[in-house]
């Protein structure tokens, strides 16, 4: 049972994830990124990450995808200007450079041992994945990280507006 819904799980994910290179609307691109995370969100908990599985479906799928629809409809994608495929010779050399990404990594994809990983947790380990030592970890010892990047964050947001802003 547990397999199939693994496969079923990473099946969708897959199927969403190239659907979100190969669709050709923003929109709906940004609508199979979200399939693609909840889907991911649904692998967590089949590995008994609950608290990932939560953080996966709010702060990507909810927060950042609101984030990234409310830029998208900033900037007018459905323009004319943006529209008008000009530089179709690009869609021929992103395959090229795709085809020679995939013959780099297949080496280092097909040498990497499992046998290595481990496959649960050892007790010894106490409470490093509850949620109270993340939260430890990320107010105290990573409070400088996560505040910048909440400031990067609302930098992008003010340069969209700005951008926006310019072609009206």
């Not at 608290?51 to 900037?75: C, D, E, K, N, P």
Request: some cysteine; hydrophobic content about 60%.
């Amino acid at each position: 049972m547990e397999r199939g819904l693994f496969y079923f799980f990473g099946t969708i994910a897959l199927l969403a994830a190239v659907n979100v290179v190969v669709q050709r609307k923003v929109i709906y691109s940004a609508i199979s990124l979200i399939v693609c995370l909840c889907s991911l969100s649904g692998i967590y908990l089949l590995l008994e990450a609950q608290f990932i599985a939560a953080v996966q479906v709010i702060v990507y799928a909810g927060a950042i995808m609101v984030l990234f629809l409310f830029v998208i409809m900033l900037l007018d994608p459905f323009s004319a200007s943006i529209l008008a495929d000009k530089k179709k010779y690009l869609r021929y050399f992103a395959v090229f450079l795709g085809i020679i990404v995939m013959f780099l990594l297949f080496p280092l994809l097909t040498s990497y041992n499992l046998a290595g990983v481990p496959r649960t947790l050892s007790s010894s380990e106490g409470d490093t994945g509850s949620t109270h030592r993340i939260g430890l970890m990320l107010f105290n010892e990573y409070l400088l990280p996560f505040e910048v990047t909440s400031i990067l964050i609302l930098v992008a947001i003010m340069g969209a507006v700005v951008l926006a802003k310019k072609h009206t």
